[in-house]
């Protein structure tokens, strides 16, 4: 599978922000979805992650009640809308995919190419 992430820009804090990832392949409703982050000279962290019938979500503490994950497989994308936003989430966003992705990078065979989000204080 394909992925191409889109919706990063530049926000004030306490903005919004929609990143969208669309999945190429007719296989993208088995997959679990999932997104991580990476800030400048950090490691890339687990953001969210959504199984592949959308019923099962699970966040990060940092962005529990701000970030929403979900899905459309009709559309084969997944989404992450980010409220609240907070300098502290400024990063280069990816969403990945496998059949049992969790919480850990190895855990996702495809990886999209990364959206930038820049909240500004």
């Known amino acids: 599978v394909q992925l191409q992430a889109s919706g990063g820009g530049l926000v004030q804090a306490g903005g919004s922000l929609r990143l969208s990832c669309a999945a190429s392949?007719?296989?993208?409703?088995?997959?679990?979805m999932g997104w991580f982050r990476q800030a400048p000279g950090k490691e890339r962290e687990f953001v969210a992650r959504?199984?592949?019938?959308?019923?099962?979500?699970y966040y990060l503490d940092s962005v529990k009640g701000r970030f929403t994950i979900s899905r459309d497989n009709a559309k084969n994308t997944v989404y992450l809308q980010m409220n609240t936003l907070k300098p502290e989430d400024t990063a280069v966003y990816y969403c990945?995919?496998?059949?049992?992705?969790?919480?850990?990078?190895?855990?996702?065979?495809?990886w999209g190419q990364g959206t930038q989000v820049t909240v500004s204080s």
């Open positions: 392949g007719r296989t993208f409703s088995s997959y679990v």
């Open positions: 990945a995919a496998d059949f049992s992705g969790g919480v850990y990078l190895h855990e996702y065979g495809y």
């Open positions: 959504i199984s592949w019938s959308g019923g099962s979500t």
